[in-house]
């Protein structure tokens, strides 16, 4: 996940460096845009290709920034420090909490659960009247949690566990 992770704050680092908005509200921003992306490829069928994009682009705009704006960075890291550093023992603990958890509610069991493990399997989406098909009883609902969930899952693999604490992670930013 530490690659989706990264490339998701370099795309993120693009509104801030171009049109001068604050990292703070560039993250939210920048998460429905790749979550708007990603559906719309993922309804094209063009799903993999463009999460492979997004890493790409993402990754070469988290480099540039390490490497060129240097300053900034520990600028950032200076002021942020309790912050980040909040963030990242919180996302910690919950990693340690639910290393071994299984999907036990109702949503993440028969819904958004589902359709991320659905969608990191086939790569597409799934029709409703498709003979493999997981749910056809949720068609109607949108699938974002999903692509959120194949995009900061596709490189580290599915599991439940991976799952929870990637929506987790969404939920701080939102």
């Not at 990603?38 to 990754?59: D, H, K, N, R, S």
């Not at 988290?62 to 060129?68: A, N, R, S, W």
């Not at 963030?87 to 991320?116: H, K, M, P, Q, V």
Request: proline share 3%; charged share 15%; hydrophobic share 50%.
């Amino acid at each position: 996940m530490l690659i989706s992770i990264l490339a998701y704050f370099g795309i993120a680092y693009l509104p801030t460096r171009y049109f001068k908005v604050k990292f703070t509200y560039s993250l939210p921003a920048s998460l429905s845009l790749i979550i708007v992306f990603l559906y719309i490829c993922a309804m094209c069928e063009l799903l993999f290709l463009a999460t492979y994009l997004v890493y790409i682009v993402g990754m070469v705009s988290f480099c540039t920034y390490v490497y060129l704006d240097r300053k900034e960075l520990r600028y950032c890291l200076k002021q942020y420090w309790g912050e980040i550093t909040i963030l990242l023992c919180a996302i910690l603990i919950y990693a340690f909490y639910t290393r071994n958890a299984y999907f036990s509610s109702w949503d993440d069991f028969s819904f958004w659960g589902e359709a991320s493990k659905e969608l990191l399997l086939s790569n597409v989406f799934e029709k409703q009247d498709m003979f493999t098909s997981i749910f056809p009883i949720h068609a109607h609902y949108p699938r974002g949690p999903a692509v959120y969930h194949y995009f900061m899952l596709l490189f580290s693999g599915y599991s439940e566990a991976k799952a929870l604490l990637a929506h987790f992670i969404f939920h701080l930013i939102f």
